[in-house]
């Protein structure tokens, strides 16, 4: 547990300290701490942070909906896993007599790789005209956990970052050096930024509830995924989605 992921938890509502020194730390008692072992436990288990908000705050949310979700979740990437492990067994048990067994094997390595390559990371980068207003409006709107916001030595923000689920947005400011534009000055935005949420139709209650600029609501595309879309203060255009189950 870092000090900044406390601070995001004071931010957001779902844990407080107990107190205060005079300088300004935050103490936790008991009760606090007792609170904080039951959020590291329910997001072990999948919860995003509203979630175990509504866990551990509205006794009218239904916790088992939420697990039997994550159930779900958890039996499909099980499935995924054996039948990999199967692939894995049989190039194995070939490799000797089968001239085409090598590349079968290199094949599922292929398939290993695409399932689990803790070595790649993905970064996305948006440009903006305000980097810390956006960087507030991504955390305190849209959810993310905040990262750093770097200011220069004129104090004006030249880098940001936001994490969203297993990945990390940087938010880059405007330059006519590489031709880079906020969608505000631009006037239109050129792309679209998708986002994988628990709970599509609770997530555009969370966005709306705090003033979001709503696109669309919730909808079920023909492409398997129910989605929302909504717009950020300088017009850039956000989907948050979750694939359909049949």
């Given at each position: 547990m870092t000090v900044?992921?406390?601070?995001?938890?004071?931010?957001?509502?779902?844990?407080?300290?107990?107190?205060?020194?005079v300088a300004g730390h935050r103490l936790y008692g008991a009760e606090a701490v007792d609170r904080l072992?039951?959020?590291?436990?329910?997001?072990?288990?999948?919860l995003s942070l509203d979630q175990v908000g509504r866990v551990l705050?509205?006794?009218?949310?239904?916790?088992?909906?939420?697990?039997?979700?994550?159930?779900?979740?958890?039996?499909?990437?099980?499935?995924?896993?054996?039948?990999?492990?199967?692939a894995v067994a049989?190039?194995?048990?070939?490799l000797d007599t089968d001239s085409d067994a090598t590349q079968q094997l290199l094949e599922v390595l292929s398939a290993m790789e695409t399932l689990d390559n803790p070595v790649r990371k993905r970064i996305?980068?948006?440009?903006?005209?305000?980097?810390?207003?956006?960087?507030?409006?991504?955390?305190?709107?849209f959810g993310f956990t905040p990262g750093e916001v770097t200011i220069g030595p004129d104090g004006i923000a030249v880098h940001a970052e936001v994490y969203v689920g297993d990945g990390v947005i940087w938010l880059h400011?405007?330059?006519?050096?590489?031709?880079?534009?906020?969608?505000?000055?631009?006037?239109?935005?050129s792309a679209t930024t998708a986002v994988m949420v628990d709970d599509v139709d609770e997530h555009h209650r969370l966005v709306h509830?705090?003033?979001?600029?709503?696109?669309?609501?919730?909808?079920?595309?023909?492409?398997?995924y129910r989605e929302y879309s909504a717009r950020d203060p300088e017009?850039?255009?956000?989907?948050?989605?979750?694939?359909?189950?049949s």
């Open positions: 900044r992921a406390l601070h995001h938890y004071e931010q957001i509502g779902l844990l407080a300290p107990s107190s205060r020194t072992y039951r959020v590291i436990r329910l997001r072990r288990i999948g705050d509205d006794p009218n949310w239904s916790l088992v909906n939420a697990l039997g979700r994550h159930v779900a979740a958890v039996d499909a990437q099980i499935t995924q896993l054996a039948s990999l492990r199967t049989a190039a194995l048990a070939d996305s980068i948006l440009v903006y005209r305000d980097l810390p207003a956006m960087h507030a409006y991504l955390v305190d709107v400011p405007e330059t006519e050096t590489y031709r880079l534009a906020s969608p505000r000055s631009l006037g239109a935005a509830a705090k003033g979001g600029d709503i696109v669309y609501a919730p909808v079920d595309q023909p492409y398997g017009g850039a255009l956000w989907s948050f989605m979750k694939e359909l189950t």
